[in-house]
């Protein structure tokens, strides 16, 4: 018995297949929000009250400074405090509900969480400082770079130490028990020993200094989560 075999071209079934696959990926970037979208809904859904905070308390801040402008930098002091302690509260917060193990299968894993929730805060305290420093530029009794040394420094330092041990923090207690005693340390260090040293250029060393730091410190942390991530990956697979 005689069996019909069908020629079919190679070239045109690899053209074929081509077509179909760039038809496919058109429809899933159609019906799949882009990935700047899903970064920016997480953000949204993640640091709604956050950045109601950081709005609301910037607005106090600045109305007790206007009112009590020798106290302004108690008032900006609390108000960073304020943010360094809402930040720690969502990390644990989602921690608490095992976030990070409902998250690991998708694309914004614990890795990449961390680091989006981690350079969410950063900027929006900056962002905040410089809402409030051409209020001290202004008013000539309250030198700009204090509140740059009480405020935006202290803040990257903290930023910096606490993402070495958040892994070692085991609460949100002990974690705002730290912070706290750093903060308070920072202070008294810099009103007893440092204050008198402030100028304008060793201000502006320290604060390029620290953000160093703090831009080579999240690139260490970024590597070393990615090289965590991967082994886990790879221990799954087997």
């Known amino acids: 018995m005689n069996k019909n075999h069908i020629s079919i071209d190679e070239a045109h079934l690899e053209q074929t297949i081509f077509l179909c696959q760039k038809e496919q990926e058109q429809n899933i970037r159609q019906t799949n929000p882009s990935l700047m979208q899903l970064i ?3 953000m949204w859904l993640d640091f709604r009250f956050y950045m109601l905070l950081s709005i609301l308390g910037l607005m106090i801040s600045l109305l007790l400074i206007q009112l009590d402008t020798e106290n302004a930098l108690i008032y900006t002091t609390i108000y960073f ?19 990070y193990e409902i998250i690991s ?7 990449r969480s961390f680091m989006i929730r981690t350079a969410a805060i950063a900027l929006n305290a900056l962002c905040m400082s410089i809402l409030l420093l051409p209020v001290f530029i202004w008013n000539t009794s309250i030198p700009a770079a204090e509140f740059i040394v009480t405020s935006i420094i202290p803040l990257y330092i903290m930023q910096i130490i606490f993402t070495r041990l958040l892994h070692k923090i085991k609460g949100y207690v002990s974690a705002v028990v730290l912070y706290a005693l750093f903060y308070g340390v920072y202070l008294l260090l810099y009103l ?5 040293m402030i100028t304008s250029s060793i201000v502006l060393l320290s604060i390029l200094l620290v953000s160093g730091i703090y831009l080579i410190n999240m690139w260490r942390l970024n590597m070393e989560l990615i090289d965590t991530e991967r082994r886990q990956q790879k221990w799954s697979c087997l």
Not at 81 to 99: D, V
Not at 105 to 111: D, G, K, M, Q
């Open 40 to 42: 920016l809904r997480f």
């Open 105 to 111: 299968p998708v694309y914004l894993n614990p890795c």
């Open 192 to 196: 007893q020993f440092l204050r008198a």
């Open 81 to 99: 405090f304020t943010l360094g302690i809402t930040a720690l509260y969502e990390y644990y917060k989602n921690r608490h509900y095992q976030m």
